[in-house]
């Protein structure tokens, strides 16, 4: 294209559109920022105002989010010399480790039920979105509007009952449980999205494969499937960044067993003072497996965002 | 190599009917064509014989076996799509190799399959290619290679030239025909095209809205239409149609036209009220002599032959005439037509009256 083509932008709108895009992305990178940064600084310097630009980074943040830790007398700590790097961060305030912390046990929760329902929506919502867009189904649109209507209200709404029906039937406080209800929530998103996806596929390659002597569901998982990835992925990044960040359904419902990371987080906060340098470390943490799912996936999204409005 | 025999086949989609008791039988080894206007049911009867689509009554035989139910796996049948439908996740190679895989047929053997249909479509060099970026010729020969690749009882093809330049299809047509002719495989193609049909075809059945409405050879269907559509619908220009009325007794070899006696085919049938009268504009001559009489409106020069329309007491009609023949516009000139080959229709029904040049076609048609 020359720079005369009517349908592209001038350079002008485009140094426009830059700036804009520029300034948006600061805009929103400053907090992330600011959490990275805290998870570095030392308890007096996050809380410094102005606040510290500069400082002398420490992983003490780090080391307090995954260790519990014990004051102990002077003969025990000369007698004990620190025998490795975390352990000496901790003698600054005359502390031993005393064992970890449960945030590698909370951190883990959320993998298995982020992932865990994740994989469990995209799954049963593949296979009904399939359903909904080749089969004739009696009540089709109803039957699709139902499915939608359970996203009308906040899923909280419903607390209560999930409580009371979870705590029957011994789901609360479990994996399971906890997987079953985020699965439920988002499969009426999967459901919708991937129908869209699959109904741009043209029946034709199904059927090229069914004459090719496959069966059909040979056909659905050879073919569709492949043709449906870009539906699938940002299908799946929607639905974990759901269940990932979900907090009230977590507190509700977990306490032990099955506690995910964004009701434990703030309860660092009350372990011996307000230790923002190992919230905002938690929280950078807990941000790592988004990010890296999304950045996985990203060719997928970008194509999968406009939801097939441009393909072919 | 197989025959296939459509027994009065019926499709229904909800309350719309799609195709109605059409029976045709397609002979080993033919290159069988279904014609018709867009929308009259052509694809849907392609789709129930490869299994995509089931009948909602009537059967389909393939060698004499019924498998108007049979999934499309087991009925061992190719089928080329309109828009080819090249899987877009794989390159050429895998294309190809997809209906053997899932046969069984051990590598070495698919290797050498994929080698030898590539020689003969001539799509060597572009196996390790992925099929998106392919031109529309080359889409074409892949899809036919999958087709061809595993050696089915029969081909069907919907439309396979229609997403194909126009420059391009021609060429494309001699290549499938000279295939078709190399391998001797019953196939049943698609086309809204009446020339591409003509050309090609050995056997032709011309559907429309839902029904066939004549089956034979492309000369019996151009020669002895059956109803005033396919006569209407095959040649160009279409067969000239002269209303009149009057009545037709068993044996009549001639009729009135605004009082001029013409002569026509032995009628075997009787028949009475608006008659049409059905000359192919290469049947129609200028002459002197002619005691019907038409009144030149306009010539259209082509070359060899020119198309002349004239005005009648019975309608407009066009002839086919040397061009070296003048035919000056505002003329009356007298018009002659070859009797053995005018069909006569019955206006209501649209349906030909039996006569010695029809009646052996109509009987099987
Ligand atoms: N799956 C379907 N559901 C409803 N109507 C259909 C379906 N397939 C085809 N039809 C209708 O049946 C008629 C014949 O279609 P088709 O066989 O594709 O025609 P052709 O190939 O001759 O153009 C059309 O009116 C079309 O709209
Ligand atoms: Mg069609």
Not at chain 1, 204 to 231: M, N
Not at chain 2, 91 to 101: A, D, G
Not at chain 2, 116 to 123: F, K
Not at chain 2, 332 to 347: H, N, P, S, Y
């Amino acid at each position: 294209m020359s720079s005369f083509s009517v349908t592209d932008p001038s350079p002008r709108s485009k140094w426009f559109a830059g700036t804009l895009v520029i300034l948006y992305a600061l805009i929103t990178m400053v907090p992330l920022a600011w959490i990275m940064l805290t998870g570095f600084k030392s308890p007096s310097d996050a809380i410094s105002y102005p606040p510290k630009v500069v400082f002398e980074p420490t992983l003490e943040g780090y080391v307090n989010l995954f260790t519990t830790r014990t004051r102990q007398t002077d003969e025990y700590l000369q007698a004990n010399p620190p025998k490795t790097w975390y352990e000496e961060i901790v003698r600054e305030y005359d502390m031993v480790i005393a064992g970890p912390s449960k945030f590698g046990e909370r951190f883990l929760n959320s993998v298995i039920i982020g992932f865990g329902s994740t994989f469990l929506s995209i799954v049963l919502g593949t296979l009904a979105a399939y359903a909904f867009s080749r089969f004739k189904i009696p009540l089709a649109d109803d039957l699709l509007f139902f499915i939608l209507s359970t996203r009308m209200m906040p899923p909280i709404a419903v607390a209560i009952p999930i409580f009371l029906m979870y705590r029957q039937l011994g789901l609360s406080d479990t994996h399971l449980g906890m997987i079953l209800l985020y699965t439920a929530v988002n499969i009426s998103l999967a459901v919708w999205l991937l129908k869209g996806f699959i109904d741009e596929i043209p029946r034709e390659y199904e059927e090229a494969a069914l004459i090719d002597g496959y069966t059909r569901f040979q056909a659905f998982y050879k073919v569709v499937l492949p043709q449906a990835a870009t539906g699938i992925a940002s299908t799946a990044i929607f639905c974990l960044i759901f269940a990932w960040n979900e907090y009230a359904f977590a507190v509700l419902l977990t306490s032990g067993t099955a506690q995910t990371a964004p009701p434990f987080i703030p309860t660092i906060i009350g372990v011996g003072g307000l230790d923002w340098p190992a919230v905002a470390a938690g929280a950078t943490i807990f941000l790592l497996p988004v990010m890296i799912f999304t950045i996985l996936l990203r060719k997928h999204l970008l194509r999968g965002i406009t939801f097939g409005a441009v393909r072919k | 190599m197989a025959q296939i025999v459509i027994d009065r086949i019926r499709k229904e989609f909800g309350d719309f009917t799609a195709v109605r008791e059409s029976s045709f039988t397609i002979e080993d080894g033919e290159f069988f064509m279904l014609l018709g206007p867009s929308g009259c049911g052509k694809t849907t009867t392609l789709r129930m014989i490869a299994g995509l689509e089931l009948p909602t009554s009537g059967q389909i035989f393939l060698d004499g076996e019924d498998i108007s139910q049979k999934p499309p796996s087991q009925r061992d049948i190719a089928f080329v799509f309109q828009m080819f439908a090249l899987y877009p996740h794989m390159n050429v190679r895998k294309n190809l190799s997809y209906p053997l895989i899932s046969q069984g047929m051990p590598r070495a053997q698919v290797r050498a399959k994929i080698s030898e249909v590539a020689e003969i479509l001539g799509i060597k060099d572009i196996l390790n290619r992925p099929v998106g970026g392919l031109s529309g010729g080359d889409r074409q020969r892949v899809a036919l290679g999958r087709a061809i690749v595993r050696e089915p009882k029969a081909f069907m093809m919907d439309e396979p030239l229609g997403a194909l330049d126009a420059e391009f299809r021609e060429h494309m047509a001699e290549e499938l025909r000279a295939l078709h002719d190399r391998m001797n495989a019953t196939t049943v193609y698609v086309t809204h095209d009446q020339l591409e049909a003509m050309q090609m075809g050995d056997k032709i059945v011309v559907m429309n809205n839902a029904v066939v409405e004549q089956f034979g050879t492309p000369q019996e269907i151009y020669d002895k239409p059956a109803t005033m559509f396919v006569a209407d619908f095959i040649g160009s220009p279409s067969m000239n149609f002269l209303r009149f009325d009057g009545v037709i007794e068993d044996g009549a070899r001639w009729v009135s036209l605004d009082g001029v006696t013409l002569n026509v085919p032995r009628q075997l049938q009787g028949a009475a009220g608006t008659l049409v009268f059905g000359v192919r504009p290469e049947h129609v001559a200028l002459t002197d002599t002619g005691r019907y009489r038409g009144k030149i409106l306009a010539s259209e020069y082509l070359g060899t032959t020119q198309i002349v329309t004239l005005a009648t007491a019975n309608g407009e009609i066009k002839a086919r005439i040397d061009s070296a023949q003048t035919a000056a516009i505002g003329e009356t000139v007298g018009l002659e037509f070859d009797a053995r080959k005018i069909t006569l229709f019955d206006e209501a029904s649209g349906t030909a009256i039996r006569s010695t040049l029809n009646s052996e076609v109509l009987a099987h048609g």
